[in-house]
């Protein structure tokens, strides 16, 4: 994986659901270094129906360390998906690891 840095803003987080997201609402949700977790409203990408994606806004990744994200849907008929984590460290500037 690239490596990414605290107040990055020039970042899109993407994730694949392998399922078509029409009309569903979606989140992409995180767990943050200091164990907070929250979510990003997440857009469908137009170009491929089963993937969601969120661009970082400024404060948004605000501390170093791991931080996990995963893809949260509510579909149409109310039902829920919920999808695999996915570990990132987020690096502070100037840190080799």
């Known amino acids: 994986m690239a490596d990414y840095f ?16 029409t009309d569903a609402t979606c989140l992409i949700k995180y767990k943050n270094p200091d ?3 929250s979510s990003f409203a997440a857009t469908i990408d137009p170009e491929d129906d089963s993937k969601m994606y969120y661009d970082v806004q400024s404060g948004d990744l605000n501390r170093g360390g791991k931080w ?3 893809a949260h849907v509510t ?5 829920v998906g919920i999808g ?3 570990e990132q460290r987020i690096k502070r500037e100037g840190e080799l690891d």
């Open 6 to 21: 605290v107040g990055q803003t020039n970042l899109r987080i993407s994730l694949e659901t392998n399922q078509t997201l």
């Open 35 to 37: 164990g907070v977790i």
């Open 68 to 70: 996990v994200f995963w």
């Open 75 to 79: 579909f149409a008929d109310s039902t």
């Open 84 to 86: 695999e984590c996915v």
